[in-house]
Nanobody, 124 residues
């Protein structure tokens, strides 16, 4: 079972920044879509950002556009999420996801590989 490994979560004040990383040891996702999802307490897991294998295509949920940036380094088999101007509503567990395909889709059920999640807490 491929496991993705996230790092970089934490506690930050509103307006601050955090950077998340996700490594994929043991499996190359270089041609496949990868993304970040998050889950707030009592809510379903939701799409945050996804990126194509060649980094030429990205998608963001409306609430994070202009504040978050997804990127990837295929040489390191790693995907990143830079989060700026954080808001309390960004609080949740952030999950890295890898697909077994190249489609730019946002449904969590369409992703095959997941990390254990990292907590992001934004205080007001």
């Amino acid at each position: 079972q491929v496991q993705l490994v996230e790092s970089g979560g934490g506690l930050v004040q509103a307006g601050g920044s955090l950077s998340l990383s996700c490594a994929a040891p043991g499996r190359s996702f270089n041609t496949n879509t990868m993304g970040w999802f998050r889950q707030a307490p009592g809510k379903e897991r939701e799409f945050v950002a996804i990126i194509s294998g060649t980094s030429d295509n990205t998608r963001y949920t409306d609430s994070v556009k202009g504040r978050f940036t997804i990127s990837r380094d295929n040489a390191k088999n790693t995907v990143y999420l830079q989060m700026n101007s954080l808001k309390p509503e960004d609080t949740g567990v952030y999950y890295c996801a890898g697909a077994a395909h190249r489609f730019m889709v946002v449904g969590a059920f369409l992703y095959d590989y997941w990390g254990q999640g990292t907590q992001v807490t934004v205080s007001s």
